[in-house]
């Protein structure tokens, strides 16, 4: 029979009754106990947790990645899956770390997404997304603040994680593991005015050596610091409570998860001509037209007299202003283009989007009435004219070109056409192109040129011009048949200086800049070692298998007979074995996109040993350049990536295994190690 239930009210119970009629020993023990329940009670609840319950958590898993919580410290672990292999670590410094998320959430519906709040600080979201390509597995992370004072901030750890990728910095670091910087907007800069800062070439895009990618969405505002061989951190501004957004994708290595890069728009090629054309800078008198137009003539005397009369004669922005006030004539009163200046070679003439307070040019907007919308402004108050913002350029005030004016763009764009033909030039070099004018004076910018906005929209304009067209400054713009020009280097064996040239190659190769113009043999600033003989046979020998060859000195004014003959030999080899193997690899860039450059580890991307070699690097995938970057020295040690690949040595004709390393291996100051791949 069922159990009858009595459905009355509760009867009222007694035991207090008896509580008070108890003496006071019997109350005190009858306390104790309570005392002692409720401290056993704690232990057991702090025990439970601190042993049922795991240190790390699932909180979102896809077919070979996944993603967990780490209580103990308040980090995103990514992991592969099915072994549970080690990604990446992020962590987490805008939500308290002890507060771990519940296995399950209110946006939990189908598996693909994660969701949790902390109070009243942020929100995290997390999401799979479709994959980019086979074999990659990607997901977004979006923080949102939850109040205006919450600063959102995501450090990636480099334990174990070698990191390549994101700015160039003025002694480039291959990995960026060895790099250090205080916390900074993420947006390219001039490294000669701002040391300290982040350079000219820069994409949100970090690539880590256990297969994975960090891509940052271009519409968040963010800071970047990089704390040496620790991690680096990703931050959105104080006190503007904005969203903190970015991707990520996991791969089987690093050289898949490169491979499997989002594909960006078509990809044209600029002027290869120019690839077999070295480029000799003039640093002539520029005091007047006529003495800028003899020194040119006297340049190319000496070019011919020494049997190096093919090239590119390339003139300054002093030196092209000068023949501009004096040839650049109303197209009514200029009968025919005028002859070239430095025939047989070709000219490179240079410009910037700066124009001086005091230059007829800024002068003769002011009179037309079209200095409000020809350069950049300050945001009026209501009712009042616009102010131009004034920067300094090269130790001058000036104005900066405003790009979000059509009628501006086209006036400049225009006017650097009209030069060009005026003084026969084949090629036009654009500097100032990075850089934030309004952050540097932190002054707001208006929308349309937040972040590196300026730069994307003046590199997009330029390429119009012509695939001849050279610009100092790259941001979301590889796709364009535009050359870099790589920031100055110094004249020294540091990092600042030829030990920092081929982490900069390796580094604008991997974000896609393959057709970069490197800093004159022995660099452009002063350094340790001015007219080191040593030093520019060395630089020499690693310019000659990069995209284009550029002298600053002349080497018979730095150097011996022997050295001009060197120079000779090393240009003639960059024109018959180099530009080959750059435009057959161009072919695979356009097509899929690879580096044309690539280090060690794209043949073997899971030898630990390759993530930190930055003083070798690939041409494709059959030529491998390990070049001396040491002073005095004549060995070196060889790593040959690629187990089970054979590479000739072109200096010896031996042939060594790949996956091995060469020992000691010597290299004379006329030699530059270099190896071919035989299988």
């Not at 509580?19 to 025990?47: D, H, N, Q, Y």
């Not at 292999?85 to 987490?92: F, M, N, Q, S």
């Not at 990703?234 to 969203?243: C, D, F, K, V």
């Not at 060859?549 to 004014?557: D, H, I, K, N, S």
């Amino acid at each position: 029979m069922p159990v009858s239930r009595h459905t009355g009210q509760i009867p009222e119970s007694t035991w207090t009754l008896t509580f008070r009629e108890m003496t006071e020993p019997w109350k005190g023990a009858v306390g104790c106990l309570g005392v002692a329940v409720f401290f056993a009670m704690t232990i057991g609840i702090i025990s439970w947790q601190a042993v049922e319950q795991p240190p790390e958590e699932w909180v979102l898993r896809g077919r070979d990645a996944g993603m967990l919580w780490e209580r103990g410290r308040g980090a995103l672990l990514l992991r592969a899956l099915p072994a549970g292999r080690p990604v990446l670590a992020i962590a987490v410094g805008s939500v308290p770390a002890t507060e771990p998320p519940p296995p399950r959430d209110r946006c939990w519906h189908d598996g693909r997404q994660f969701c949790y709040s902390w109070e009243e600080d942020a929100e995290l979201r997390l999401a799979l997304e479709p994959p980019a390509a086979p074999g990659t597995e990607c997901y977004s992370v979006r923080w949102t603040p939850l109040r205006p004072d919450v600063t959102l901030k995501d450090c990636f750890s480099m334990a174990n994680v070698s990191w390549y990728g994101g700015p160039s910095i003025r002694a480039q670091r291959w990995p960026l593991n060895g790099a250090e910087s205080p916390a900074q907007p993420l947006v390219c800069g001039d490294l000669s005015a701002n040391p300290n800062g982040f350079g000219p070439l820069l994409e949100r895009y970090f690539l880590g050596s256990t297969g994975v990618t960090v891509t940052v969405a271009p519409d968040v505002s963010l800071l970047l610091s990089l704390e040496s061989h620790q991690q680096f951190c990703l931050e959105t501004p104080a006190g503007r409570a904005e969203p903190l957004h970015y991707q990520l994708c996991v791969s089987a290595d690093v050289a898949a998860a490169r491979q499997h890069t989002a594909s960006a728009p078509a990809r044209t090629l600029p002027d290869t001509a120019l690839l077999g054309s070295p480029i000799w800078h003039y640093h002539g008198p520029e005091g007047s037209a006529a003495k800028i137009k003899r020194g040119l003539r006297s340049l190319v005397r000496r070019l011919k007299r020494h049997r190096l009369q093919e090239g590119v004669v390339a003139l300054g922005e002093r030196g092209t202003a000068v023949l501009a006030a004096a040839d650049l004539l109303p197209s009514g009163r200029r009968k025919r283009q005028a002859p070239a200046l430095v025939e047989p070679l070709e000219l490179s003439i240079t410009l910037s989007p700066y124009a001086g307070v005091a230059s007829p040019l800024f002068q003769r907007s002011l009179r037309g009435g079209e200095a409000a919308g020809y350069w950049l402004s300050r945001q009026p108050r209501p009712g009042a004219s616009s102010i131009p913002l004034l920067t300094t350029w090269k130790g001058q005030l000036c104005a900066r070109l405003n790009v979000t004016s059509e009628a501006a763009l086209g006036w400049y764009l225009a006017r650097a056409w009209r030069l060009r033909q005026a003084l026969g030039a084949t090629y036009m070099a654009f500097e100032g192109v990075e850089g934030n004018s309004f952050l540097e004076q932190d002054v707001p910018a208006p929308t349309e040129l937040e972040g590196d906005r300026y730069t994307e929209v003046l590199a997009a304009a330029l390429a119009t011009l012509g695939n001849g067209t050279i610009v100092s400054a790259g941001s979301r713009s590889s796709h364009l048949p535009l050359f870099v020009q790589m920031s100055p280097l110094r004249s020294d064996w540091s990092h600042a200086g030829l030990k920092g040239l081929i982490p900069s190659v390796l580094h604008y190769s991997l974000l896609g800049y393959n057709f970069f113009i490197p800093d004159a043999v022995g660099g452009s600033e002063a350094g340790a070692t001015p007219e080191d003989p040593e030093l520019f046979v060395r630089w020499l020998q690693i310019v000659t298998f990069l995209p284009v060859m550029a002298f600053g000195t002349p080497p018979w004014l730095c150097c011996d007979t022997w050295v001009l003959n060197l120079t000779r030999q090393c240009i003639q080899r960059h024109r018959d074995f180099v530009v080959p193997l750059l435009l057959k690899y161009s072919e695979e860039w356009q097509s899929l996109g690879y580096p044309i450059f690539r280090p060690a580890w794209w043949l073997s991307p899971m030898d630990p040993v390759a993530f930190t070699i930055e003083d070798e690097f690939l041409i494709g995938d059959e030529v491998l350049v390990a070049p001396i970057t040491e002073k005095g020295q004549t060995w070196r040690d060889i790593y040959l990536p690629g187990e089970g690949h054979l590479w000739l040595d072109t200096n010896t004709a031996r042939v060594f295994d790949g996956g091995t390393t060469l020992r000691n291996y010597s290299a004379s100051l006329a030699e530059v190690p270099v190896f071919v791949k035989a299988s």
